[in-house]
């Protein structure tokens, strides 16, 4: 129903390394990088200059292991089904560097609010037209559209056909874009990320995969 930034590294575990829900081992077991947890926290990961409080999350329903950055600097774990506490944080790990620079970012100077307010203006003008276009050539309904300053994902598409859309789409190529405004259509015939609803998305977004890249090397920026 919504596609995330690139706040996280969302990559299939290694082949092989499933361990089931009752092997998951204590933070003693777990590489150099690990501290013991504080009160609260799931486990500590340190880079030596940086210590990220980790928080796990098990989805049934998850394929892959999730690493986000929360608001508050924090890192959240998915596990998936299968999967375990001492793999998912060797995952983590491996991606502290990347978890470091999205720190840093999410305490950089906030836009201007001025700056905002017209980029907003100006996503309303744009994003709308181009959206309900898009809906008429799939012959899709949709009931309401909403401009705003979204966090941690793109855009979103409830269950009655309600569109929400990052103003930021307005900053982005062109081709980049229209690749969001499909992803969130495409969620109005499937609502769930099934293959059934990639093979929707690259019907209608033949070339949707170099959009992904863009967004995961180049969207982040856009912040």
Same mark, same amino acid.
């Not at 375990?84 to 906030?110: D, K, Q, V």
């Not at 809906?135 to 409830?158: K, Y």
């Given at each position: 129903?919504?596609?995330?930034?690139?706040?996280?590294?969302d990559l299939p575990p290694d082949r092989g390394s499933h361990v089931p829900f009752q092997g998951d081992l204590v933070a003693s077991g777990f590489s150099r990088n690990t501290v013991p947890a504080a009160s609260g926290h799931d486990a500590l990961l340190s880079t030596g200059a940086e210590t990220f409080p980790v928080y796990f999350v098990r989805m049934r329903r998850a394929r892959r292991y999730v690493l986000r950055v929360r608001p508050d600097g924090a890192l959240r774990l998915t596990i998936p089904r299968g999967g375990s @506490? !001492?793999? !998912?944080?060797?995952?983590?790990?491996?991606?502290l560097a990347w978890a470091a620079r999205e720190r840093a970012r999410a305490t950089a100077t906030p836009v201007d609010p001025g700056v905002e307010r017209e980029?907003?203006? @100006?996503?309303?003008e744009r994003l709308i037209p181009e959206l309900l276009a898009l809906a008429r050539q799939h012959e899709l309904t949709v009931s309401r559209v909403s401009i705003r300053n979204q966090r941690s994902r793109w855009g979103a598409c409830s269950p009655?056909?309600?569109?929400?859309?990052?103003?930021?789409?307005?900053?982005?190529?062109?081709?980049?874009r229209e690749y969001v405004l499909l992803h969130e259509l495409m969620h109005l015939k499937q609502p769930n990320?099934?293959? @059934?609803?990639?093979?929707?998305?690259?019907?209608?977004?033949?070339?949707?995969?170099?959009?992904? @890249?863009?967004?995961?090397?180049?969207?982040? !920026?856009?912040?």
């Amino acid at each position: 129903m919504q596609i995330e930034l690139p706040f996280g590294v969302d990559l299939p575990p290694d082949r092989g390394s499933h361990v089931p829900f009752q092997g998951d081992l204590v933070a003693s077991g777990f590489s150099r990088n690990t501290v013991p947890a504080a009160s609260g926290h799931d486990a500590l990961l340190s880079t030596g200059a940086e210590t990220f409080p980790v928080y796990f999350v098990r989805m049934r329903r998850a394929r892959r292991y999730v690493l986000r950055v929360r608001p508050d600097g924090a890192l959240r774990l998915t596990i998936p089904r299968g999967g375990s @506490r !001492a793999e !998912a944080l060797r995952f983590a790990e491996r991606h502290l560097a990347w978890a470091a620079r999205e720190r840093a970012r999410a305490t950089a100077t906030p836009v201007d609010p001025g700056v905002e307010r017209e980029l907003r203006a @100006r996503a309303r003008e744009r994003l709308i037209p181009e959206l309900l276009a898009l809906a008429r050539q799939h012959e899709l309904t949709v009931s309401r559209v909403s401009i705003r300053n979204q966090r941690s994902r793109w855009g979103a598409c409830s269950p009655g056909g309600h569109i929400t859309l990052n103003y930021r789409l307005i900053l982005m190529p062109p081709d980049v874009r229209e690749y969001v405004l499909l992803h969130e259509l495409m969620h109005l015939k499937q609502p769930n990320h099934s293959p @059934r609803f990639w093979r929707l998305v690259s019907a209608a977004c033949p070339r949707f995969r170099e959009a992904e @890249r863009w967004l995961k090397s180049s969207g982040r !920026a856009l912040f």
